[in-house]
């Protein structure tokens, strides 16, 4: 027999008594109903608790604070998205104190060590955020592939403050993420971080040192 | 289960207990690395759940654990079709030996010669690392906890900060010794070049070996959390992935995911939230850029299957792996996570571990708790911990007639001379004249009792028997 029917078998034949399903109230996740400002304020607050760093703009201010943000960290270069229109509206914008744009517009597997040594900041939409817990959601596709935020030192995000969620528990409903998954769907909650050495925060381990948010109001 | 995989730690011996205890009750680094770290972290929790109906949060956390396990065969079913619909292969394994030898399969038709790992205590059961660089696989620790336990060539003593016996100036040592950094007590440089090394090993590894923390049925996804990016690395940037789970991690759906991880981040750490969850439901597809092309999950059963035919001892199957019992538990704070020589310390260990290596292996892990009800308080899905140690202590002499033994190993505590006297004084309660003559003549001769009573007098003294027994105060009253 199959590992699997043995396992299966097993459990299927327990000798205890007969299991049963206990009611699930889901209601003790409930948040109350705050409005907007609320829920930017409390996005906002959080997410600076774990090192993140947000920036308030407008549709017509936001590539400018992108700049500023860039030109202060001296970045050389920035990814963006080719289709998106965060990628396109940045394309357009034409300034001239953004640094080189780039695309991630190939497999990794043919120019993986320019994207783990030469990227210095990347910038991605998000499908949202979280209030209570000050986590952004990025569904990774084609556009905007996986590794773009974790690879490069900055990691900028674009959040419509129209789409910041109370909680999880209401996006994941709101989405109806149950009616399909794509390949990849993250939570971010501040930059890569570790507390391994004596408890001590360090951030940048593995993803990237910052988290940038602007977030559109 | 298969009896060749009771894995504890390679060359510990587990019955050697007591030794090992009584060396880190005197070792004052160890008491004072564990006791600054466990303070900050139980303070975090508290921190972490003010404002928050703690109980009811609790019960739910509990109850989706309950319905998961109440339908454990049907979801495992479901989950398997799902996964395979998504493009994920899925491989069952009876014991961590299995296991170990369906990732070395998966490497060798790949001809993969590196693996990268993510932190998980599931590959820790297993001794995946031994395993795989016997069969000349290297395979390379990523978290930065489990890669400073990985080059010191231990094992973690926590199972959410792996490294948290050793101080900044130990590991400095450490890292300098093993990959020629400075010396430096600077956190952020030993950080930056652990970075700096690792991701040379990210770009050249051939697989990823990752954990799950939850997989959801209804849609086939694999939930990872985790601070640090490397588990992200590990399921992203080698061309394989290959995700090892207990049995028992499986939940119905993503909802019930909600509430998990509301409880697990904020019991392990006080975290509202980690800086990533990471949420797997397939490999690349058409038109993706990266991601891997393959993604394997290995479904482990080693000894859960066991422990879930007993309607007791099945809550030990509720565990989402927080480590807040740890972290809460007076002995493991004392004594530390190695003393236990086990894969899981602390409480959820004393439970856990009997079953994985047999009751006679692990015959001092019940006993190894006062009792004093920590772990089952703050336990985000309320398992009883001190029940089962209890239950585990009666499975350890063999049980009674009202509580038969069914744990492999059971009644290796018991002795003959310890069961007669306890039926001595079962019959002895049980026989009110025989009862009043014993106490009688006790109190009589009370000072003949002996002042030292083994190792409980060492710190405590006697309690003196009374003069006259309470059947004979209470005569004297007339009543």
Redesign the interface.
């Known amino acids: 027999m199959s590992s699997r029917n043995i396992i299966l078998q097993r459990l299927r034949n327990r000798t205890g008594g007969e299991l049963t399903a206990p009611e699930c109230d889901f209601s003790v996740l409930k948040r109350p109903d705050w409005s907007t400002a609320e829920r930017i304020e409390l996005f906002e607050k959080m997410i600076e608790s774990v090192h993140g760093e947000v920036h308030h703009c407008t549709s017509d201010t936001w590539i400018e604070r992108l700049a500023e943000v860039l030109n202060t960290r001296g970045a050389r270069n920035l990814m963006i998205p080719k289709e998106h229109p965060i990628g396109q509206a940045i394309k357009a914008s034409e300034r001239t104190d953004l640094p080189e744009l780039l695309l991630y517009d190939e497999p990794i597997e043919s120019w993986q060590p320019y994207l783990f040594n030469e990227v210095d900041a990347s910038i991605t939409s998000t499908r949202g955020g979280i209030a209570e817990t000050g986590s952004l959601i990025l569904w990774p596709t084609p556009d905007e592939p996986r590794l773009m935020s974790l690879v490069p030192p900055v990691h900028i995000a674009v959040l419509n403050a129209s789409e910041i969620y109370t909680t999880f528990h209401e996006a994941m409903i709101s989405q109806n993420w149950a009616s399909g998954m794509p390949t990849n769907a993250l939570l971010i909650s501040g930059p890569s971080k570790t507390a391994d050495i004596e408890q001590t925060l360090a951030y940048g381990v593995h993803g990237p040192k910052e988290l940038i948010v602007l977030v559109i109001e | 289960m298969s009896e060749t995989t009771a894995h504890a730690h390679p060359h510990v011996d587990v019955k050697e207990f007591h030794p090992r205890a009584h060396a880190a009750i005197h070792n004052p680094k160890i008491r004072q ?1 564990f006791r ?2 466990m303070d ?1 972290l139980m303070a975090k929790r508290t921190a972490a759940f003010e404002g ?2 703690l109980e ?2 609790r019960d ?1 956390g509990a ?2 654990r ?2 998961a ?5 049907d979801l ?2 479901q989950l398997e079709q799902k996964l395979t619909e998504n493009g994920i292969k899925v491989h ?3 014991d961590g030996d ?1 296991a170990c030898r369906i990732v070395r399969d998966i490497c060798v038709a790949r001809d993969a010669k590196s693996v990268i790992k993510g932190k998980s205590m599931v590959s820790e059961e297993m001794e995946l690392n031994h395993y795989l660089q016997d069969h000349g696989i290297e395979a390379l620790e ?4 489990e890669y ?1 336990v990985q080059l010191a060539d231990e094992t973690p003593s926590h199972i959410i ?4 016996h ?3 100036g130990e ?1 400095s040592e450490l890292m300098h010794e093993k990959t020629g950094t400075d010396l430096s007590n600077d ?2 440089y ?3 070049s ?2 700096q090394q ?2 040379e090993k990210f ?1 050249n590894a051939d697989v990823g070996v990752s954990g799950v923390n939850f997989a959801v049925a ?4 694999l939930c990872l959390v985790e ?4 588990g ?2 590990t399921t ?2 080698p061309k394989c992935h290959i995700a090892v789970t207990g ?1 028992e991690k499986v939940v119905p ?4 995911v ?2 998990l ?2 409880l697990l981040t904020r019991s392990a ?1 006080g ?21 891997p092309e393959e993604v394997h999950v290995v ?1 482990v ?1 080693n000894g859960r ?2 422990i ?4 007791e001892l ?1 809550d030990t199957l509720r565990c989402i792996r927080c480590g807040a019992c740890m972290n809460h538990c007076p002995v493991y704070t004392r004594v530390g996570g190695h003393t236990y020589g086990t894969t899981y310390p602390g409480p959820i260990g004393k439970i856990l571990m009997p079953h994985l290596i047999g009751l006679d292996e692990g015959r001092h892990l019940p006993t190894a708790s006062s009792l004093c009800g920590a772990c089952g308080e703050v336990c985000p899905v309320k398992i009883p911990i001190p029940d089962l140690l209890v239950r585990l202590r009666q499975e350890s002499v063999d049980g009674d007639r009202l509580h038969p033994a069914k744990v492999r190993g059971h009644g290796a505590k018991r002795s003959t001379g310890e069961a007669m006297i306890w039926k001595g004084w079962a019959w002895m309660h049980a026989s009110p004249g025989i009862y009043r003559l014993g106490t009688g003549v006790a109190a009589k001769f009370r000072a003949l009792q002996p002042s030292k009573a083994g190792a409980w007098t060492d710190f405590r003294t006697v309690p003196k028997l009374a003069p006259k027994t309470l059947h004979q105060r209470m005569k004297e009253r007339g009543q």
């Open positions: 690395n600054k770290a900050g928050w109906d009811t949060l739910l109850n989706i309950l319905k396990l109440s339908n454990l065969p495992l079913e069952w394994a009876v299995e990523s978290d930065l906890g400073i900060m792996p490294a948290i050793k101080n900044t590991i956190v952020e030993l950080t930056a652990a970075r690792l991701r770009m209804e849609t086939g996804t601070n640090e990016g490397n992200r690395m992203t940037v049995i759906s993503l909802e019930d909600s509430a991880l509301a750490t975290q509202h939230i980690t800086t990533y969850f990471n949420m797997i439901s397939s490999p690349r597809k058409g038109e993706e850029l990266d991601g479904l059963d299957s066991s879930y035919q007993d309607d099945l």
